[in-house]
Nanobody
């Protein structure tokens, strides 16, 4: 088991930047691939980004490519989501998630929430124009 706690959300204006953090406790953090998802008001939860255990490979949904960067610091048991050039459509609750079996997850499965075993409670990001 692993516990995930997100932080760093808030209210910002369009064009601003924000960095989300997800602190993990439990089994060795380095054994999990990590992902970020978000859920906007009235919308389904959607995939945002994923990072491999080593941090060597990253994946993003098309709408955030070039603006968001996922990273991790295994020594600190923390994964980050740096969000630049924020847009009102980025407004959502952002969730951190852990994939305990990354060797069995590939391709389109990165986008599927069912591929992730543990979830944080979420942090609200609101972008005004």
């Amino acid at each position: 088991q692993v516990q995930l706690v997100e932080s760093g959300g808030g209210l910002v204006q369009a064009g601003d930047s924000l960095r989300l953090s997800c602190a993990a406790s439990g089994r060795p953090f380095s054994s999990y691939a990590m992902g970020w998802f978000r859920q906007a008001p009235g919308k389904e939860r959607e995939f945002v980004a994923r990072i491999a255990r080593s941090g060597g490979s990253t994946y993003y949904t098309e709408s955030v490519k070039g603006r968001f960067t996922i990273s991790r610091d295994n020594a600190k048991n923390t994964v980050y989501l740096q969000m630049n050039s924020l847009k009102p459509e980025d407004t959502a609750v952002y969730y951190c998630a852990a994939d305990a079996n990354p060797a069995y997850t590939s391709g389109n499965s990165y986008y599927n929430g069912a591929s992730y075993d543990y979830w944080g409670q979420g942090t609200q990001v609101t972008v005004s124009s």
